[in-house]
């Protein structure tokens, strides 16, 4: 039962004057079938603005060479839409409220109390009242109450550094239809595209770095900002790993090949800051070691918590809504109750399987990029070159990150 609003200030297509929201989510395609699915999309598409990322690139401050770009075989085919938080909330209320009989709707209502009943569960909120479901469904975040009172175990750990999110305007001769992120020794920068000349700040860094950088003048921001993408470290490695190269040509045959790339791609040029649109938050990995209880399931990052470098948290999150959809539709087919414990295991099993791998995979690129070592960076960069220089994986790792099969009816 996640605490939502019913009402938003939402920004509609053409209202340029509304400021963005600095919480923005990259959605890939698997995600677009579920908002397709509720209807969402085709309101978003109607009354929303959102935008559309034709590339994906990525930068390695230790490696000139060692960049990687992500694209569609179908160059018109985004590999990913962004969009604000809010677009996607009111969407789907919108979606929800023209589709179903008479919804309600309870926003800013904590659960205080869950109590399990043989084919039911009766929840006490926190202005007093009591509602009782045949599915309870977890969706507040990681610090999720109905995790906490079903008594699902959780790990987690927190990164050493948080994250900056704002508003940018900035210059980019492509349109501004590329995703860019940089990695750095103290934490990767990313500029995801909102608009022509918008785009949405995140940077990795520690916090006592963070709240110092904020308190500067606009243009020592922007200033210091522009240098993250463009400032060269100390030691650049592309000199060692050439020479390295030279010795293992023949076994890679020139698939890890970085002497013959081009130069290294250059980013938008960061032009102003919206001041007020900055902040800051925590980063961290969370795993539920369940997902279901009788009548009770987790979705989201009450479930999991990923490391948002890839962006792959509201896609996971959507993915486990159309996967317990789909366990709730093959209960009800045959007459079950939408919560029985068998269904919703399913769903643990299906759901997990998907989500662990893909947040050990941000786990392991995080520690990756975030080692200024040799050999780290050798591996690193051998891996971005064999990524550019064999289509097969590279259109493997845009399957892998931006599609599912849709949902069925």
């Known amino acids: 039962m996640p605490a939502v609003k019913p009402r938003l200030k939402v920004a509609a297509k053409e209202s340029g004057s509304v400021p963005f929201s600095n919480r923005i989510y990259a ?3 698997s995600s677009l079938d579920v908002l397709k699915f509720t209807g969402a999309w085709e309101i978003i598409c109607d009354d929303y603005r959102h935008w559309p990322a034709f590339n994906m690139q990525t930068l390695d401050s230790r490696c000139r060479k060692g960049f990687t770009t992500f694209s569609n075989a179908d160059p018109n085919e985004p590999v990913a839409h962004f969009l604000e938080s809010q677009v996607i909330v009111s969407s789907l209320l919108r979606s929800v409220q ?10 800013q209502n904590q659960i205080s109390k869950l109590e399990r009943n043989p084919n039911s569960v009766k929840v006490g ?25 079903s008594g699902i175990k959780w790990y987690q750990h927190l990164y050493h550094h948080h994250a900056l999110v704002g508003t940018l305007k900035v210059e980019c001769p492509d349109g501004n239809r590329t995703a860019w992120q940089r990695f750095l020794d103290s934490g990767p920068i990313a500029s995801l595209p909102l608009e022509r000349d918008t785009a949405s700040l995140v940077l990795f860094a520690s916090k006592i770095f963070l709240d110092q950088l904020i308190l500067r003048p606009d243009q020592e921001i922007v200033d210091s900002l522009n240098r993250f993408w463009t400032e060269d470290v100390e030691m650049d ?16 045959g020139g698939v890890g090949s970085l002497s013959s790339r081009g130069e290294e791609p250059r980013p938008p040029l960061i032009k102003s800051v919206d001041k007020m649109s900055l902040a800051t938050f925590p980063v ?7 997902y279901v209880k009788p009548n009770v399931a987790l979705v989201g990052d009450a479930a999991h918590r990923i490391h948002p470098l890839a962006g792959q948290g509201a896609n996971l999150s959507l993915s486990d809504c159309k996967v317990l959809f789909e366990q709730m539709q093959s209960a009800v087919e045959v007459g079950e109750n939408p919560g029985k414990f068998s269904y919703l295991l399913e769903y643990e099993r299906k759901a997990q399987a998907h989500n662990v791998p893909t947040q050990l995979f941000c786990d392991i690129i995080y520690r ?4 200024s070592r040799y050999p780290a960076v050798l591996l690193r960069s051998l ?27």
């Open 125 to 149: 909120l926190e202005n007093g009242e009591e509602v009782e479901t045949l599915l309870l469904v977890g969706a507040e975040g990681f610090n999720s109450n109905v995790r906490k009172l």
């Open 368 to 371: 990756l990029y975030g080692s």
């Open 237 to 252: 490695s592309f000199e060692y790993l050439s020479r390295f190269q030279e010795n293992v040509q023949n076994i890679f």
């Open 98 to 107: 023209s589709t179903s009989n008479n919804p309600i709707i309870m926003s």
């Open 284 to 290: 961290g990995f969370g795993h539920a070691v369940n």
């Open 27 to 29: 959605l890939n395609q």
């Open 383 to 409: 891996a971005a070159a064999s990524v550019n220089n064999l289509a097969a994986v590279n259109s493997m790792m845009v399957k892998w990150a931006s599609t599912s099969k849709p949902l069925q009816t």
